[in-house]
C-alpha cells in the first residue's frame, strides 16, 4: 500500500471508528477495522490446520504401513510445518488483528513469515519432487544425505533472500506506519515477492512433467498435476489480489478471502501428498497393500530398480532408509539360481511365487509358508531376511551375519 508519504512525525493514535472512515476517505474504499469475523476466520483456518495435523500423527503412527512409508513423510512434515507458519504471516500481513504491541513488527510477520515461507513451501515441494526425479529419472542416489544438503540449500538461499530486504530501507519494502496502524508494502516489493514465487513453481512444474513415466508403484504424476493446478490457482489469485487491489487489507471481504485461499490451497496440497494412502489404509487396508505390492513386484527389480543378474556388472540397488528417502547404492547383486538355492528358497516347499500371483499376500496370510518380499526397498519388507552371498557379490553390511534361523535363513 503506497502510504509512506504519511510515514512523518509520529501522530496520537486515532480511534478504530475514525481510522475506518480516514483510510475510506483516503483510499475511496469501504475500509473495515479487524473484528469478530477477523478472528472466526483465524479460528476455522486454525481447526482445518489441526484436521491436517491429526493426518500427518496418523500417518507417523502407521509409519509401517509401506504405501504410507513410501510418501516420504519427513519431507512432508515440513511442507505442513512451512503453510502453518506461513498463516501466522497472514494474520498481520492481511491485518486480521490490530496492529499494535508485538503485531507492530511488520518487517518480522510480512518478510520472515508471510515471505520466508511461502518460498520454504515450494522449496521443500521442489526438494520433494528433485527426490523422485533423481533416483527414478537420473539413476543417482538421495540419501539421508542429500536430503540434509537440500534441507540447507533451501535454508541458505531463503535466509540470504530476507536477510537482503531486511537490510534495504523500510520505506522501499515493509514498514509500519503508527499514524493509521497499518503494515506499508511497497508495489516493488510485492512485485518481487510475486515473481520469485512463479519462479519457484515454474521450476517445480518442469520437475512435475519429468515425473510422468517413473514406475507406477512411485509414480506421483496425477496428484503432482492436481498440487500444481491448486498453487498456479493460488499464484494467480495473489498477483490479482495485490497487483489489482491494492489495499485489499483495509476491506473485510477481501482479507478474508485471501487468507482463506492461502490456507485452503497450502493445507490441500498435504492432503494431495498423502491422503489416499491414509484413506485407503482405514477403509481398505490389507487389499490395499496387497494391490500396492503387487504394483511393485510387477514393476520387476530389473525395471524399477536397475537389478541386473550379472555379477560382472555394476547396478544400482535402491532401498528406502528410515526417514523414506529413496537411495541407490552402487553394487552388483547376483539373483540368478544359485541365491535361491543357498537361501533356503530352492526348495520346493519354500517356493513363493509357485502360483502366478507376483505376492501371494493371502496366502501368507493364512498358511505357515515363509513371505519372499526381497522384491522390495529394505525400508518396505515385513522382515529383513539376508541370504547367503553369492561368490563374487559384495553385501551392505560388513559386519557379517548373525546365526541362522531354525529355518535356515539368515536374520539380520
Given at each position: 500500500?503506497?502510504?509512506?508519504?504519511?510515514?512523518?512525525?509520529v501522530?496520537?493514535?486515532?480511534?478504530?471508528?475514525?481510522?475506518?472512515?480516514?483510510?475510506?476517505?483516503?483510499f475511496?474504499?469501504?475500509?473495515?477495522?479487524?473484528?469478530?469475523?477477523?478472528?472466526?476466520?483465524?479460528i476455522?483456518?486454525?481447526?482445518?490446520?489441526?484436521?491436517?495435523?491429526?493426518?500427518?500423527?496418523?500417518?507417523?503412527?502407521?509409519?509401517?504401513?509401506?504405501?504410507?512409508?513410501?510418501?516420504?513423510?519427513?519431507?512432508?512434515?515440513?511442507?505442513?510445518?512451512?503453510?502453518?507458519?506461513?498463516?501466522?504471516?497472514?494474520?498481520?500481513?492481511?491485518?486480521?488483528?490490530?496492529?499494535?504491541?508485538?503485531?507492530?513488527?511488520?518487517?518480522?510477520w510480512?518478510?520472515?513469515?508471510?515471505?520466508?515461507?511461502?518460498?520454504?513451501?515450494?522449496?521443500?515441494?521442489?526438494?520433494?519432487?528433485?527426490?523422485?526425479?533423481?533416483?527414478?529419472?537420473?539413476?543417482?542416489?538421495?540419501?539421508?544425505?542429500?536430503?540434509?544438503?537440500?534441507?540447507?540449500?533451501?535454508?541458505v538461499?531463503?535466509?540470504?533472500y530476507?536477510?537482503?530486504?531486511?537490510?534495504?530501507?523500510?520505506?522501499?519494502?515493509?514498514?509500519?506506519?503508527?499514524?493509521?496502524?497499518?503494515?506499508?508494502?511497497?508495489?516493488?516489493?510485492?512485485?518481487?515477492?510475486?515473481?520469485?514465487?512463479?519462479?519457484?513453481?515454474?521450476?517445480?512444474?518442469?520437475?512435475?512433467?519429468?515425473?510422468?513415466?517413473?514406475?507406477?508403484?512411485?509414480?506421483?504424476?496425477?496428484?503432482?498435476?492436481a498440487i500444481?493446478?491448486?498453487?498456479?490457482?493460488?499464484?494467480?489469485?495473489?498477483?490479482?489480489?495485490?497487483?489489482?487491489?491494492?489495499?485489499?487489507?483495509?476491506?473485510?471481504?477481501?482479507?478474508?478471502?485471501?487468507?482463506?485461499?492461502?490456507?485452503?490451497?497450502?493445507?490441500?496440497?498435504?492432503?494431495?501428498?498423502?491422503?489416499h494412502?491414509?484413506?485407503m489404509?482405514?477403509?481398505?487396508r490389507?487389499?490395499?497393500?496387497?494391490?500396492?505390492?503387487?504394483?511393485?513386484?510387477?514393476?520387476?527389480?530389473?525395471?524399477?530398480?536397475?537389478?541386473?543378474?550379472?555379477?560382472?556388472?555394476?547396478?544400482?540397488?535402491?532401498?528406502?532408509?528410515?526417514?523414506?528417502?529413496?537411495?541407490?547404492?552402487?553394487?552388483?547383486?547376483?539373483?540368478?539360481?544359485?541365491d535361491?538355492?543357498?537361501?533356503?528358497?530352492?526348495?520346493?516347499?519354500?517356493?513363493?511365487?509357485?502360483?502366478?500371483?507376483?505376492?501371494?499376500?493371502?496366502?501368507?496370510?493364512?498358511?505357515?509358508?515363509?513371505?519372499?518380499?526381497?522384491?522390495?526397498?529394505?525400508?518396505?519388507?515385513?522382515?529383513?531376511?539376508?541370504?547367503?552371498?553369492?561368490?563374487?557379490?559384495p553385501?551392505?553390511?560388513?559386519?557379517?551375519?548373525?546365526?541362522?534361523?531354525?529355518?535356515?535363513?539368515?536374520?539380520?
Amino acid at each position: 500500500m503506497p502510504v509512506t508519504e504519511l510515514r512523518g512525525a509520529v501522530q496520537p493514535r486515532i480511534g478504530a471508528l475514525q481510522r475506518e472512515k480516514l483510510i475510506s476517505s483516503m483510499f475511496g474504499i469501504e475500509a473495515t477495522n479487524a473484528d469478530e469475523d477477523d478472528t472466526t476466520t483465524l479460528i476455522v483456518c486454525a481447526c482445518l490446520f489441526g484436521l491436517t495435523a491429526i493426518l500427518l500423527v496418523y500417518c507417523w503412527c502407521n509409519y509401517n504401513y509401506r504405501p504410507i512409508r513410501a510418501k516420504n513423510l519427513v519431507w512432508t512434515s515440513l511442507i505442513y510445518l512451512s503453510t502453518v507458519l506461513w498463516f501466522i504471516g497472514d494474520i498481520t500481513t492481511n491485518q486480521h488483528v490490530r496492529l499494535v504491541g508485538v503485531w507492530s513488527h511488520c518487517k518480522v510477520w510480512v518478510l520472515w513469515f508471510r515471505v520466508l515461507f511461502t518460498y520454504v513451501f515450494a522449496s521443500m515441494t521442489i526438494v520433494r519432487f528433485y527426490a523422485l526425479d533423481r533416483v527414478f529419472n537420473q539413476k543417482k542416489p538421495f540419501t539421508t544425505r542429500s536430503s540434509m544438503i537440500s534441507f540447507a540449500v533451501v535454508v541458505v538461499f531463503n535466509i540470504s533472500y530476507c536477510l537482503v530486504n531486511q537490510l534495504i530501507s523500510d520505506s522501499l519494502t515493509v514498514g509500519y506506519v503508527p499514524s493509521l496502524e497499518v503494515c506499508n508494502i511497497t508495489m516493488a516489493f510485492r512485485i518481487a515477492a510475486i515473481t520469485a514465487q512463479w519462479v519457484l513453481w515454474t521450476g517445480c512444474g518442469v520437475l512435475i512433467f519429468r515425473l510422468r513415466n517413473i514406475q507406477s508403484s512411485f509414480n506421483e504424476f496425477y496428484e503432482s498435476i492436481a498440487i500444481f493446478i491448486v498453487i498456479i490457482g493460488l499464484l494467480l489469485e495473489t498477483t490479482v489480489t495485490n497487483l489489482h487491489y491494492e489495499y485489499f487489507v483495509f476491506e473485510k471481504k477481501r482479507r478474508i478471502e485471501k487468507t482463506v485461499v492461502d490456507v485452503v490451497a497450502g493445507t490441500l496440497v498435504v492432503w494431495l501428498f498423502i491422503g489416499h494412502p491414509v484413506f485407503m489404509s482405514i477403509f481398505y487396508r490389507k487389499e490395499y497393500e496387497q494391490r500396492w505390492l503387487e504394483r511393485l513386484a510387477k514393476d520387476g527389480p530389473s525395471n524399477t530398480y536397475n537389478i541386473s543378474s550379472n555379477p560382472n556388472g555394476t547396478t544400482a540397488y535402491a532401498k528406502m532408509n528410515d526417514f523414506g528417502d529413496s537411495a541407490f547404492n552402487n553394487s552388483h547383486m547376483d539373483f540368478d539360481k544359485n541365491d535361491m538355492m543357498h537361501s533356503g528358497y530352492g526348495e520346493a516347499s519354500h517356493r513363493p511365487f509357485d502360483n502366478h500371483d507376483p505376492l501371494d499376500i493371502e496366502g501368507t496370510l493364512n498358511t505357515q509358508a515363509p513371505y519372499n518380499d526381497n522384491l522390495l526397498p529394505i525400508a518396505l519388507r515385513n522382515n529383513m531376511n539376508i541370504h547367503t552371498p553369492v561368490l563374487n557379490t559384495p553385501t551392505m553390511f560388513s559386519s557379517g551375519y548373525m546365526d541362522p534361523a531354525p529355518d535356515g535363513r539368515h536374520v539380520l
